[in-house]
């Protein structure tokens, strides 16, 4: 899509197969994590957030994963469709802060049918 | 659809130009945050209103201001325009002014090139 970067990350994957996006964020006083997909021509889109005091929440095909150790986050879809197929990124907000997003990269995912 | 409406969808200008970019908010939403996004750069946080008022600023360019009208509406102003100010901007909305809601919902953006 034209708002993705040219040297993104990239996942490919057959249809049906699980998904794993990782994420790490470097601010430790971060306490509140989203992840959101962007699709071409469109803004980014909340899939799932997680907040600190936690390490694992579940949504519907989607699985969010926080290690606070190494300050690592994943995303994990489940049986992943073509529509899945898009940027993801995880964003980070500083704990007290007002919702000043913190993006990462972003990832690519692209469901092969 | 998020909800969030923004205009214009595409714009193309000359370096020195201005141009103001316009959102209008999810009904009942208060707070108005604006990020611009490009490619070398991602998604990067400009600043936020809430309510009318100014709440918090990021990586916002002394050239770029925005405001937040009464009917919540906000509009983002970017002047002496440069190359480089070539990129999406989003405008994303929420109910309330922190995180404690949880979702922030984005509308589709504005491309703007500048040339």
């Known amino acids: 899509g034209e708002s993705v970067g040219l040297h993104l990350p990239t996942l490919s994957v057959q249809e049906g197969d699980n998904s794993i996006i990782n994420c790490a964020y470097s601010?430790?006083?971060?306490?509140?994590f989203i992840w959101y997909k962007q699709e071409s021509g469109k803004g980014p889109q909340f899939i799932i957030d997680i907040r600190s005091n936690m390490d694992k929440r579940q949504g519907q095909r989607v699985t969010v994963l926080l290690n606070k150790t190494v300050k690592h986050l994943s995303l994990q879809i489940a049986a992943t469709q073509p529509g899945d197929s898009a940027v993801y990124f995880c964003?980070?907000?500083?704990?007290?802060?007002?919702?000043?997003?913190?993006f990462g990269k972003g990832t690519l995912l692209t469901v092969n049918p | 659809d998020s909800g969030v409406t923004q205009t214009p969808k595409h714009l193309i200008t000359a370096t020195g130009q201005r141009v103001t970019l316009r959102c209008s908010p999810r009904?009942?939403?208060?707070?108005v945050y604006w990020y611009q996004q490009s490619l070398d750069q991602g998604l990067q946080f400009l600043i936020q209103?809430?309510?009318?008022?100014?709440?918090a600023k990021g990586n916002i360019l002394e050239r770029f201001s925005a405001q937040q009208f009464p009917d919540l509406h906000s509009e983002l102003n970017l002047s002496s325009l440069e190359l480089g100010d070539s990129a999406l901007y989003f405008c994303?909305?929420?109910?309330?002014?922190?995180?404690?809601?949880?979702?922030?919902?984005f509308g589709e953006g504005s491309r703007l090139t500048v040339l």
């Open positions: 964003a980070e907000n500083e704990r007290g802060s007002n919702y000043k997003l913190t």
């Open positions: 209103y809430y309510n009318g008022e100014e709440r």
């Open positions: 994303a909305s929420s109910l309330t002014a922190t995180q404690n809601t949880g979702e922030l919902f």
């Open positions: 009904s009942g939403d208060l707070s």
């Open positions: 601010n430790s006083a971060s306490d509140y």
